[in-house]
């Protein structure tokens, strides 16, 4: 009754039609091509639902990995995942001739992220998810609105628009089809049942947010067990890489967020009132920035771990062991939102109704009571800082406490120390923007925003920048200019429910015209 529907797409199948035999891609032909079209065209008539969730293949991602393949993108290359897609398309590359290759080593080369592979790959995701259909491979968007790290490696359109004609991408796109048919067949029925569990426990019904994709991207050609997930306006996004084993709770997880973030920006307010337990957060050193900073991201992501234990019915003793090991990391409100899932259980409310009511519940006092012996975990770090990061970092932490106690001069003090060892740190450009702009400085503000975007990679410090600029354009008289940031913070702040409740409240009123009230 509660299931959401789940629509199967192939991108650019047609091209599967007609295909040619073609070197490396092991065997093929042409009444193959033709079979395997035949089997994609056909409508999933039960999981059609206007794309509530699209399980697919991207030619875009395609086109853009198989060109840095081809230039040395070798990580992750020998690691068995059960799929040879990736050593066959580079096998097919390497024996043509293709001209503008030089240029895309050189550009890949340029811009390749050392020692961390995620990042590395995921600039390069990003910008697929902002790219049309080829040959044009037109920009879905404003260039200058591309998030950070787009925008850095959006010099290789014009590169990859010869690299498709040049390389017959066209060809070897329709070839792969019959791999990446075969992966998403494998995920398939896994999905299905994972989303109508979830929404059975949830109790939303199937359409109840008309207008939202969450689109999982099924990729052959990334560096194995990758997990890139993303939040662009209203819509999710979770690329996902060759794996023995299938990725299903990464999956599951970022659906998750898809039903309840919107939860978390309806109900801001009341999730305010227990903010005082932001700051015992703030304490765990190996929680990320991002819930450290926006407690109601934080407060979700608490009850989504609390659901899937529940939805999972993990044993007493276990999910006890993993409650307390997630508190030890710093989400603080997962023992509480454990237990209170238990009392949702017993009534017949949907999540959406429950939600408020189990919100309001929370005591900070009690909470504070409860985490008063947590001994918080250190984080996991693959390699040692150096000295002069770790006393970076140290500064940073020592800016950012001192902005949430009001000490703005200390904090002005501990960044300033920052940008004189690294000009261009941003959390260091953040922190002085908010500090200008705290102590009603705003020429000095736009300043240090504006360095800020220049040099962020962070999307919670670019969409908060484009937010605090469109707060000073406002309250400078300039409403054109503050509707141009708070449309450019909508890009990115679906991920933060403090930054899309700034972007909404932004796009209705002029900053600072009417006190806001509680919804």
């Not at 020998?78 to 080593?105: C, H, M, S, W, Y």
């Not at 947010?209 to 939040?231: E, F, H, K, M, S």
């Not at 309840?260 to 190996?286: E, G, T, W």
């Amino acid at each position: 009754m509660f299931s959401r529907f789940l629509t199967l797409n192939t991108s650019k199948t047609s091209l599967a039609c007609g295909v040619k035999r073609r070197a490396g891609l092991g065997s093929g032909s042409l009444v193959a091509g033709a079979m395997l079209f035949a089997v994609l065209a056909s409508p999933l008539a039960a999981w059609a639902q206007q794309g509530k969730v699209v399980l697919e293949s991207s030619e875009q991602l395609f086109s853009v990995l198989a060109a840095l393949n081809a230039a040395g993108y070798d990580t992750g290359i020998g690691v068995d995942t059960g799929d040879n897609t990736r050593e066959g398309i580079r096998a097919a590359l390497a024996k043509e001739n293709i001209p503008v290759l030089p240029e895309i080593q050189k550009f890949y080369a340029a811009h390749k992220i050392s020692g961390r592979p995620g990042a590395d790959l995921g600039q390069y995701v990003s910008l697929a998810l902002f790219l049309g259909p080829p040959p044009d491979f037109n920009f879905t968007i404003d260039p200058k609105d591309l998030p950070p790290d787009a925008k850095a490696v959006a010099g290789l359109v014009p590169l990859l628009k010869v690299f498709y004609k040049q390389a017959d991408l066209t060809d070897l796109w329709a070839r792969a089809q019959i791999n990446y048919h075969s992966r998403i067949e494998q995920y398939s029925p896994i999905v299905r049942k994972a989303i109508e569990f979830t929404d059975a426990y949830l109790r939303f019904p199937a359409g109840a947010y008309l207008g939202r994709t969450y689109t999982i991207d099924v990729d052959l050609l990334g560096a194995p067990n990758q997990i890139q997930a993303r939040i662009y306006g209203l819509n999710y996004y979770l690329v996902i890489t060759p794996s023995k084993k299938l990725m299903i709770d990464d999956i599951r997880h970022q659906y998750l967020h898809f039903l309840l973030d919107p939860l978390a920006v309806k109900y801001a307010a009341d999730i305010h009132d227990a903010s005082a337990l932001a700051a015992i957060a703030r304490k765990a050193p190996a929680l990320p920035n991002d819930f450290k900073e926006d407690f109601p991201l934080l407060v979700t992501e608490c009850l989504i771990r609390a659901a899937e234990l529940r939805i999972d019915k993990v044993p007493e003793f276990q999910a006890e062991q993993r409650v307390n090991q997630m508190t030890a990391s710093g989400l603080v409100l997962v023992p509480y939102f454990y237990d209170a899932l238990q009392d949702y259980e017993k009534q017949e409310a949907a999540i959406s109704v429950y939600y408020r009511q189990m919100i309001r519940r929370i005591n900070p006092a009690q909470e504070e009571l409860r985490l008063a012996n947590v001994k918080f975990t250190k984080p996991k770090v693959e390699r040692a800082p150096a000295s002069d990061l770790s006393e970076i970092q140290q500064l940073l932490d020592e800016g950012d406490n001192a902005i949430y106690s009001g000490n703005y001069d200390q904090a002005r003090q501990a960044f300033e120390k920052v940008i004189a060892k690294n000009p261009k740190n941003e959390r260091a450009l953040f922190g002085l923007a908010v500090v200008a702009s705290s102590t009603r400085k705003p020429d000095l503000a736009r300043k240090y925003f504006k360095e800020t975007l220049d040099s962020a990679r962070d999307l919670r410090l670019v969409t908060w920048s484009h937010i605090y600029l469109g707060r000073i354009d406002d309250l400078s008289g300039e409403r054109n200019r503050a509707l141009a940031q708070y449309h450019a913070a909508s890009l990115t702040a679906g991920a933060y429910p403090e930054a899309l409740r700034a972007v909404e409240s932004g796009l209705k009123i002029p900053f600072g015209s009417e006190p806001r009230s509680r919804q």
